[in-house]
Every structure is written in C-alpha cells, then in structure tokens.
C-alpha cells in the first residue's frame, strides 16, 4: 500500500510540474507576440476556405458565333456573282454539251507523213537563207513545226527571248499573213508566249506538217508575215512515186498483154464457172 501511494504522489508532482511547463511557455510566446500571430493566420486560412466554398466565381459569357459567318479577314465583305458578265462562256458550255464535247468544226487528223532528218534540215537551212533576204528592220525567227503545232492541240509556242522584246506580256489579237496576203486572225497570250486562238485555221490551210520550217517576220506590232518552206516538197513526192513504180515496174507490164488477148480469157472464164458448178 505505502509502494503505490509513494508512485501516485510522485504521479501528481510530475504532472504538476507538466502543467506549469505548458504555462511558462504559453507566457513565453505571449510576451513575443507568436501566439496572436498564429491567431490571425487561423483566422485567415478559415476565411480563405468559407470564401471558396461558399461563393462560386461567375463563368465566363461564351461568344455567340452566327451559322453563317465563317469569313476571318477584317476586310470588308463583297458580294461577288460568278454569272453576271459570263454570258458568252455559258452560251460555249451549252453548246459543248449538245455537241458531245467536241468541236463544231472537223478538225484535221495528221497525214502520217514524217519528213526525215535531212528533209527537216534542208528546208532549216532554206528558211534561213530567206530570212537573210528579209528587211533587217524587221525582226523575225525561224520555227520547225512539230505535231503539237499542226495537229492535235494546235497550240504554237514562240521563241521567249523575241517575245519579251518585240511584244508586250498582255493577251491581244495579232494577223497572220501569208505569202499571198491572205490573213487569218489569232490570239497572242503574252503571258505564255505564244499563239493560240486563229493559229489552228492558219495550220490547216496550209497544210503544215511535221517538220516544216515557218520564217515569222514582225512586219507591225500585231502583224506576222509568215513564209512557209515545206520539209517535203512536191520534188520528194515525185521522186517516191517514181522509185514505186519502178519497183512493182515488172508486174504491172505484163497487165496489158493479157487484156489485149481476149481469147485467152474465155477459158479462164469457163474453168470458173466450171469450179463454181462443181461446188
């Protein structure tokens, strides 16, 4: 009995001792202001929390877009119409179509004839020596014709280096004169370098081929002269002509004699006839 009341007492002493402690220390935070701090911090981290729970900050209003505004550039909006000034295109597109999406006009289909290597540079060399005879104030150019030019598309491109110095890079109409004066109207496109519109009449009136050698010369500003040395002449036609017949000379001799003997053509007659009644 005496061994645990000694341990209760000494219990109560400590725990004395204890709770003084904790009030020397409580008086000693006090006295440097820590223990009022720490009382506004609570006081302003439970603040901070009620403001957060209890008042939702407003959403932000969304833009209200229109369906039919997709446009992004700050220009000015203009209302465009693709069909006020296309009358003439629509009126080609219609006629296009009636027509299966081919030209009213037949075109011409390329004869097959290919003028060799030496043909094609003796009418070169021939279109030069014309071009020599030419006034020198006038600049001018030699050009080979190949299909592209005379069948087919019928598209002419000219040299780009006289185009750029004798005529300007717009589009306009130019005449296309031949030896004999006759003229065709066509389209220059400055911006392509070439013929186009009108060039395709001029090619099928005169019956350009593959190699043929053309001197253009700029008599105006909208002007060609046009002087047309052909690869294959009427001489290489003639010459071929003669060289077939002297081939197939021997076959073609021996026809007459038998025309010219009726009697050996009665039994030829009978014998078939003869063969026709026994089938």
Not at 8 to 37: C, F
Not at 94 to 109: D, F, I, L, T, V
Not at 137 to 147: A, E, H, L
């Amino acid at each position: 009995m005496a061994t645990k009341a000694g341990s209760a007492a000494s219990g109560a002493a400590y725990e004395e001792q204890r709770r003084k402690r904790v009030l020397e220390n409580l008086k000693h935070l006090e006295d440097l202001g820590i223990s009022e701090m720490s009382k506004s911090l609570l006081q302003a981290a439970r603040l901070q929390k009620q403001n957060k729970g209890g008042v939702r900050a407003s959403p932000k209003p969304r833009k209200k877009f229109d369906a039919t505004e997709v446009r992004r550039s700050s220009r000015a909006k203009a209302t465009v119409s693709y069909k006020d000034d296309f009358g003439e295109l629509d009126t080609f597109l219609r006629h296009k179509r009636r027509s299966g999406g081919k030209n009213a006009e037949p075109g011409r289909e390329y004869t097959g004839r290919v003028s060799s290597y030496e043909q094609q540079q003796r009418a070169f060399r021939r279109a030069e020596k014309l071009q020599d005879g030419l006034d020198p104030n006038n600049p001018s150019f030699v050009k080979t014709m190949v299909r592209s030019h005379v069948s087919s598309c019928f598209w002419l491109g000219l040299p780009t280096s006289f185009c750029k110095k004798n005529l300007p890079p717009s589009e306009f109409r130019m005449v296309l004169e031949d030896e004999d004066g006759l003229e065709f109207d066509a389209v220059y496109i400055g911006k392509r370098t070439g013929l186009s519109g009108g060039w395709r009449g001029f090619a099928m009136h005169h019956n350009l081929e593959d190699g043929d050698s053309l001197v253009f010369e700029l008599t105006k500003h909208d002007r060609f002269k046009i002087y047309i040395i052909k690869a294959i002449d009427e001489d290489d036609v003639e010459e071929a002509e003669s060289d077939d017949k002297n081939a197939s000379g021997g076959t073609k001799e021996e026809e007459p004699a038998e025309e010219d003997s009726p009697a050996a053509e009665a039994p030829k007659g009978a014998k078939r006839r003869k063969l026709r009644g026994r089938r």
